[in-house]
C-alpha cells in the first residue's frame, strides 16, 4: 500500500515530486476519485467540500490535472450494492482524502466497508490533514471533536505512528510545538508535528519524510 500523508495537499514541488514518483504514469493519465466526508462534521462543512472538490480550498489536491475526477461519498456507501462502487475504486489510480473531523471519517470508513479495502488498493491514497490522521492508530484527546458511538480516539491503526498537522499555522495559534509535544506524550508510540509545507511517504511500511517545512518525530 502506498500513502502520501500531507498536512495541506500538495503544497510544494518535493511533495508533487513524492506523488509523481508514487505513481506509475503521469498524472494527467491518471484516474482519481475524491473523498469529501470528514468535512461535514465540522462547521461549514457543504461549502468547504465544495472547495475541495474545485480546487478552490488552497489545499492542492483535485486541481492537479488528473485525467478523470469523481467523488467518492462514504455516507451513501452503505446504502447502495458494493457491484456500483467497489469495481470503481479498486481500478482507481488515486484516493483523494480531504480533511475534517477524522473520527468522523473513520467511523464512515469502517460503516462503507472501504476500510477493510484499503490494504488491498493499488491506488495511492493522498490525505490532507484528517484524511491523514486516520490512517494512525489513535488521534490523541486533544483532536476529538464528533464523538464516535462508542467513543474514544482510535482511528485505523494502517500505520503505527499518529499526526499533528498545520504546525505553527498562522490561523491555529494552539498549534504550537509545545502544544505537539504534551499531545504526543499522551500517545503510546512515535508521533510527528508537521507543518504545511510536509508529507509523510509510506511504501510498503517504509516511512519518509518529505518536506520544505518545519516537522519533528516525536517520541512518546
Not at 3 to 9: D, E, F, Q
Amino acid at each position: 500500500m502506498k500513502l502520501l500523508l500531507t498536512s495541506a495537499g500538495i503544497k510544494n514541488k518535493s511533495i508533487h515530486d513524492a506523488l509523481v514518483g508514487m505513481l506509475d504514469k503521469p498524472i494527467a493519465e491518471c484516474s482519481a476519485l475524491c473523498i469529501p466526508t470528514a468535512i461535514y462534521a465540522i462547521s461549514g462543512g457543504a461549502d468547504k467540500a465544495w472547495k475541495f472538490l474545485s480546487g478552490q480550498a488552497e489545499t492542492p489536491m483535485c486541481e492537479l490535472g488528473w485525467k478523470s475526477l469523481g467523488v467518492l461519498e462514504l455516507t451513501a456507501l452503505p446504502s447502495i450494492d458494493k457491484e456500483l462502487w467497489v469495481p470503481m475504486v479498486k481500478e482507481t489510480d488515486v484516493l483523494l482524502v480531504n480533511g475534517g473531523d477524522p473520527l468522523y471519517l473513520c467511523y464512515w470508513m469502517r460503516q462503507s466497508g472501504l476500510a477493510d479495502l484499503l490494504p488491498s488498493l493499488r491506488a495511492v491514497y493522498v490525505g490532507l490533514s484528517a484524511g491523514s490522521m486516520v490512517m494512525a492508530p489513535n488521534i490523541g484527546k486533544d483532536f476529538v471533536g464528533w464523538t464516535p458511538p462508542n467513543g474514544g480516539d482510535e482511528t485505523l491503526g494502517l500505520v503505527d505512528f499518529a499526526m499533528f498537522p498545520h504546525l505553527d499555522h498562522e490561523m491555529l495559534p494552539d498549534n504550537t510545538m509545545a502544544n505537539a509535544e504534551r499531545w504526543a506524550a499522551g500517545l503510546q508510540g512515535p508521533a510527528y508535528a508537521m507543518d504545511d509545507q510536509t508529507a509523510i511517504k509510506v511504501i510498503d511500511g517504509e516511512v519518509e519524510v518529505v518536506s520544505e517545512g518545519q516537522w519533528k518525530l516525536l517520541q512518546s
